[in-house]
């Protein structure tokens, strides 16, 4: 089998294509002005002109796809990507199979409702278009390939959008989806400067601070990379401790993979005590710096 | 300004709930508008107020799409005309054959400048119909919009990436998805859901769905996995104890 990836970010390139070496004979890595060797057994990359988006780079890689063939495409769910692999699926006469939490044997476990339910869905035809997020392809693999890199022209389709500026916004590129502890905070954090609680126990016993959705889009406390749940992170570390996070399933859907789940929540009703190994009923601001000490 | 709206009706996620065995019971779950859809209707409503132009929503799906309560819902947001293709053929689509079907409505109605989405649907949130759509028209695509200022012809669209804030210009007709950031959904009402009730409906038939490329199983509930569920009532010194020795021997 040979397989396309597509990836802005070198975080996704990097993982999709050893997320993909188990099942493919052929990896082709595309980049948009990143190439990066060593991980596919090519590289191709579309150097955009400063006033093109990606999303207009669909004939462009309707030529690669035509060039390479490939009997299924990855692609980063990038909100540009996922506009991009729209369009490439159209081409291809199919729709893309998005929300994946699982693949096997090219048939992918798909979120329904946000996690309240799950689908198998099979392709029909080839080639076929995952939307692969981080966290939902078989991880421990390693990256091997050649150094390889091609540049492919950018092709602009007759009517397209015109970049007039940009302004850069502050990212962090998060190592949440290779952490084996993670800590997620949720609404039960009222303010800002409770997070510093958190992240005490996160040095204490080496873990990685995530969140729930609203923490990173309504509070902007923490960034977007690092929000874990429906079109966020979905994650399978061995520990999860959810500090002041109910539960809702948008959020459990990106850890209820965890080998081990504890919860910390005010709320003895709260949802998340119904699918925790260990629960503690108490307010973040005692429990947190009791346990932070503890495992110091 | 013409607008339409991409509106997707499905059951309320909500009230979705599940059995023993896996199975989802979606009887109780009634029809809404999808979440995410309610900003773009906002949107709509806006341009379409600032520029006296007209504000359409567009909807395909099965039978249950043409729930009074919801087409209401809809024409009560400051839309002006709905043309909806209920047909239990047109149930369950995927991305394809739904932009399939939206495309032949489109070519049914007045023409419009401007076709905007909603950031993705409550029930797959898969964000694919909109580029899906621009491809079968053969139109651009903008994703991630927070703002929109119409011009002649074309429109300056400010837009979000994970990475940056970016002005895009683009010719009309495009088709634009919009954040939820963009607007605040309105507040219905007693009186605009009146008027709703005299806002023209057009019931499409005869829309073709496309063959699927992708085939999805019925949804069952995911499986849960099995947990300990010791919970300490209380955080006295004890349970932390034994809360912190149980982190310890997990780490």
Known sequence: MKTLVIAESEQAARELSVGTRAMADEIVLVTFGNPIPGIADACIDISLPDDAIIEDAYLTLGDVIDAEQPDAVFIEPSSQLLGLGGRI???????????????????????????????????????????????????????????????????????????????????????????????AVGRGFSQEEQLGLARDLCSAIGAELGCTRPIAETSNWLPRSSYIGVSGLMLSPHVYIGAGVSGQMQHMVGCNRADMVFAINKDKNAPIFKQCDYGIVGNIEEVLPALTEALS | MKIAVLTKILPDGQDISSAPDGTLDMSRAKPVISEYDLTALEVAAQLAAATAGSAYAVSAGDASVSDSKTVKNILARGIDELFLAADNRLGDMDSHATAGALAALLEQMPAVD???????????????????????????????????????????????????????????????????????????????ILAAGKKPVHAVADIEPAASGIQASVARAPQQAERLNKIFETADEDAIREFAAAMRAAL
Request: proline share 6%; aromatic share 4%.
């Open chain 1, 89 to 183: 699926a159209a081409l291809a006469g199919t729709a893309a199979i998005t929300g994946i939490t699982e693949l096997e044997d090219g048939a992918a476990q798909t979120n329904y409702f946000g996690g309240t339910g799950t689908r198998t869905v099979i392709p029909l035809s080839k080639p076929v278009i995952y939307m692969a997020g981080l966290g939902s392809l078989p991880s421990g693999g390693t990256a091997e390939g050649t150094d390889e890199v091609r540049s492919a022209e950018f092709r602009r389709p007759e009517r397209s959008a015109v970049k007039k500026g940009a302004q850069a916004l502050k990212t962090e590129t998060s190592s949440l989806p290779e952490a084996e502890v993670v800590v």
């Open chain 2, 114 to 192: 401007l076709i905007l989405c909603g950031d993705g649907s409550a029930d797959l949130y898969a964000k694919q119909v909109g580029p899906q759509l621009a491809a079968c028209m053969d139109i651009p695509y903008i994703s991630g919009a927070i703002a929109i200022e119409p011009g002649e012809g074309s429109a300056v669209v400010r837009r979000k990436t994970e990475t940056a804030i970016e002005e895009l210009e683009v010719s009309l007709p495009a088709v634009v998805s919009i954040l939820p950031e963009a607007a605040t959904p309105r507040i219905c009402g007693m009186k605009d």
